[in-house]
């Protein structure tokens, strides 16, 4: 579907207004061109003084029964950046209440299509607004429903009591170790995850490089005297290695890393149940690993085998009590919400497994349609619940964590995501993963180690972020890894030389 857009003559509305669009159509394509045909025709007029005002109307397939939407909105700074963000976010504003309109359908997040609400939340608290004020600039600039908008501050306080130095954490960084092996690819997944079966040679290799970069490391974090905060192990599935590589992998973390006794929190994501041994956990508990994952994703077996998943429902729910039995004090389990064929039903189904289980945490995803996903290229066949369904499953998680005695505390959303709504984690009070926070909040650097791994610089002064990411494949990995390590320390050099 084309949207015809008069009245803008700056190409960077572009991408806001497609974003924007993105939120409503399944696919739209947001032009300035009059000849294409367009089933939408929106006319903006702008007027810039000490204020802006934005006037818009929408017309549908050359329908003369027009809606009108305006805002207006004083500058306050004086730069030509600042005051573009502000025209900008006047024409999203109206251009999401024309659609709105059109399609009655009401966008919870507003014209926020950002990946981090609760930072947004962070940044102007820590400015020193009042949460009112926060709130109410939410509401008024972004269109956020008071409801999320409790959802936000709900997080927000639950990780500053559960890092009460969030925002001193700058001098500190976090470690990510990127393990790009898995025992098959999931149709939904784009991370690095390559099928480890018959593979060996290019596993020997890839650990070989990721052995070298937590030495280069842990050297440099150790001369300059730098903290680890928290390290997680994610992939992939870092539990497809044997459990004699996991040994050799954790005896390098304590010997490379500086004080693993300071570091507070190592997170394994075992993930994948099928992954999962009686000597892998000996391993794991060897070397304290504090917290894993054991993700079923959903409880009904015919999702599992539509989403190339070659597990069984018994194999979570087996591989959960032999962790516990054998002394795993904090697991997590990841859900999706919106699998193919999936709807209440099944979902209640999910949530009722779970609560024999009770993990310390549980992380409800949306399904997200990637783009380079198996899933994404061969759409047609997968059947996937409306948008009116994913709330409703959504309302259902929130409602069942809130009675299980579960927080939130950490959220994040991706492009197209189902029903454009979000990604939340949940836990007991006390269990929450540390990482997640860190990752999500941006308050530090995060130095990614291994295959796909990427790394962001948050500038302790500046709070600038550089992103800088390793190659996604175990082949390229292989050939260049030593590049990369000297990269990121020069970046870290000169990130926290000029301290
Ligand atoms: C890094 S991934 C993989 C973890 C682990 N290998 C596994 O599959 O259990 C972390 C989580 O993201 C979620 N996820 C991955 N791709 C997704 C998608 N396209 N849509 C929604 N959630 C997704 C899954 O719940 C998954 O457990
Ligand atoms: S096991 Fe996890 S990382 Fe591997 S393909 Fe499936 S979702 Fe992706």
Not at 17 to 45: M, N, P, R
Not at 282 to 306: C, F, G, M
Not at 448 to 465: E, H, M, N, Q, R
Request: include cysteine.
């Amino acid at each position: 579907m084309n949207i015809l857009i008069k009245g803008l003559n700056d190409e960077r509305f572009g991408r806001p207004l497609q974003l924007i669009s993105d939120l409503f159509f399944e696919e739209s394509f947001v032009t300035f061109e009059e000849e294409k045909e367009a089933e939408y025709k929106i006319h903006f007029a702008i007027k810039t003084d000490d204020k802006v005002s934005v006037e818009g109307t929408i017309s549908e397939n050359g329908n003369e029964k027009a809606f009108s939407a305006s805002f207006e909105n004083k500058f306050e700074e004086e730069s030509e950046k600042e005051h573009f963000k502000m025209v900008k976010r006047a024409v999203s504003y109206v251009y999401l209440m024309l659609l709105q309109h059109v399609t009655e359908i009401e966008q919870p997040w507003g014209i926020l299509t950002g990946i981090r609400p609760t930072k947004l939340l962070h940044n102007k608290l820590r400015e020193g607004m009042t949460k009112e004020q926060a709130h109410e600039e939410l509401r008024r600039d972004y269109l956020i429903t008071d409801e999320k908008i409790q959802l936000m501050q709900r997080i927000v306080d639950r990780q500053l009591s559960i890092v009460p130095d969030l925002y001193a954490l700058k001098k500190e960084v976090s470690i990510y170790i990127g393990i790009p092996f898995c025992p098959t690819k999931c149709a939904y997944c784009t991370f690095p995850a390559y099928a480890i079966n018959g593979r060996q040679g290019s596993v020997d290799s890839f650990l070989g490089g990721l052995h070298y970069e937590m030495r280069k490391v842990g050297a440099w974090l150790t001369e300059q005297n730098i903290p680890i905060t928290t390290i997680y192990y994610g992939g992939g599935t870092p539990t497809s290695i044997t459990a004699r590589e996991m040994d050799m992998l954790y005896e390098e973390m304590y010997e490379a890393f500086p004080n693993l006794k300071s570091v507070r929190e190592v997170t394994v994501e075992a993930g994948r149940p099928d992954t999962i041994s009686e000597d892998k956990l000996d391993v794991l508990n060897k070397w304290n690993i504090d917290r894993i994952s054991i993700n079923p994703q959903s409880y009904t077996q015919e999702t599992l085998k539509a989403i190339g998943r070659h597990h069984t429902v018994e194999e979570t729910i087996d591989k959960f009590h032999l962790a516990r039995s054998l002394g795993m004090k904090n697991i997590n389990m990841d859900l999706i919400i919106g699998l193919p064929g999936e709807g209440t039903a099944e979902f209640q189904h999910t949530l009722g497994e779970t609560k024999k289980l009770l993990p310390e945490s549980l992380t409800v995803h949306t399904l997200s349609f990637k783009r380079a996903s198996e899933m994404t290229k061969n759409k047609q066949r997968y059947r996937v619940a409306d948008r009116d369904e994913i709330t409703e499953m959504m309302k259902m998680a929130e409602n069942w964590t809130n009675e299980n005695g579960y927080e939130p505390y950490y959220l994040y959303r991706q492009k197209n995501i189902l029903g454009n709504l979000e990604n939340v984690g949940y836990a007991f009070k006390g269990q929450e993963s540390i990482y997640n926070i860190m990752i999500m909040e941006e308050q530090q650097s995060i130095i990614g180690l291994g295959c796909g791994a990427s790394s962001k610089f948050v500038d302790p002064t500046t709070g600038k972020i550089t992103r800088f990411a390793n190659p996604k494949d175990p082949k390229s990995y292989n050939d260049s890894y030593e590049h990369y390590t000297n990269e990121k320390i020069r970046l870290l050099h000169e990130l926290f030389d000029r301290k």
